[in-house]
């Protein structure tokens, strides 16, 4: 099912008793939280329940405020958040609570941000599945891209001519969240008109703006002093820290994934292909995992993995400052030589 899919449905019924999101790409899963969100306003559900779960105790309180009468007894929208985290036994048992239980007008969203392929080999996935209204969030493939710019550019106002797109298509890459950016950015330059090539290229090679994109591809080429300073951009210009992390993560998942494949005797060049690699980030990927080891990628994760808890207010830190420690981190084992003699 497409976000498209979900809206036109729920533009014709109401909704439906429980929704399970699953996938690691946010702004797909954020746009079908919005269209769910949208629904439950236009059939009176005023009350919005966000429950992140992580623990034993998390689950508790779930199971809780599952079995709890709500103000009034009136309908409430429980948004289960679980991160990328595989529930526990208890959680398992509050999830079928949730499934199983037809008494109950609350509705619910069962948010996992995960795409790894073993997690739905599990029972309680399967039974979750099946006993709700399923989406999963992935990365589009260049054909499904072309036509979410074009689409996502008409809710703008916009129209792209078939050179336009194409080269759109180049720059983002793949990454929504950059595509998303770069289309509000171009709805304010343009004020609606047609856009050609030429609006394109000059709105995305403004060398005084960033994107995560400029991020990512600067920490995989060990720029320390560019990824700095797009870092203290992307701060100046309002950037969510837990988009930056998002982005930081998914490069490094994807490294760590093709370099445990290099170091099993796999090809490399197979698994890059398959993970959908393109352009400059391909010969980024190439030249990082002949630098880093799984477990050194492993450690990086584990501090990206810190700092999404500081950001959820679950541990004190300075999200910016720890944002720029990872970004040293990651450029340092690129070459620490290079840190030294740029200018």
């Not at 909704?15 to 954020?30: C, H, I, S, T, W």
């Not at 170091?263 to 393109?278: L, M, P, T």
């Amino acid at each position: 099912m497409s976000v498209a899919t979900l809206k036109q449905r729920l533009s014709s019924a109401q909704l439906d008793k429980l929704y399970f999101l699953f996938g690691d790409e946010p702004v797909q899963l954020m746009k079908c939280l919005d269209v769910i969100r949208n629904k439950a306003n236009e059939e009176g559900i005023t009350e919005r329940l966000v429950c992140h779960v992580s623990g034993p105790s998390d689950w508790e309180s779930l199971g809780a405020e599952i079995n709890s009468m709500s103000l009034f007894s009136e309908k409430r929208l429980i948004e289960v958040r679980m991160g990328s985290k595989k529930p526990d036994k208890l959680g398992v048992s509050v999830l079928d609570q949730i499934t199983q239980n037809d008494n109950s007008d609350d509705r619910f969203v069962i948010v996992l941000e995960n795409n790894e392929a073993s997690i739905k080999k599990a029972k309680w996935f399967k039974s979750l599945q099946s006993g709700s209204i399923f989406f999963e969030s992935k990365m589009l493939d260049s054909s499904a891209l072309s036509h979410w710019i074009v689409a996502t550019g008409r809710e703008l106002g916009m129209e792209f001519s078939q050179m336009a797109l194409q080269l759109f298509c180049e720059r983002v890459e793949g990454n929504l969240l950059v595509a998303s950016q770069e289309l509000e950015k171009l709805a304010l330059a343009t004020s609606g008109h047609r856009i050609e090539e030429a609006d394109i290229a000059g709105s995305m090679n403004d060398s005084g703006s960033f994107n995560i994109y400029d991020l990512t591809n600067t920490l995989l080429r060990g720029d320390l002093y560019r990824t700095l300073r797009v870092v203290r951009r992307l701060r100046e210009i309002g950037i969510e820290p837990v988009l930056i992390i998002w982005a930081i993560v998914r490069e490094l998942r994807a490294l760590a994934l093709i370099i445990a494949e290099a170091e099993n005797g796999g090809s490399v060049a197979k698994f890059i292909d398959s993970a959908r690699i393109w352009g400059p980030r391909k010969d980024a990927f190439k030249i990082f995992i002949q630098k880093a080891t799984a477990a050194q990628v492993l450690t990086l994760l584990l501090h990206a993995n810190y700092i999404d808890t500081v950001i959820k207010g679950a541990r004190l830190g300075s999200v910016w400052d720890e944002i720029e420690i990872l970004s040293l981190n990651i450029c340092d084992m690129m070459s620490f030589s290079k840190l030294m003699v740029r200018d």
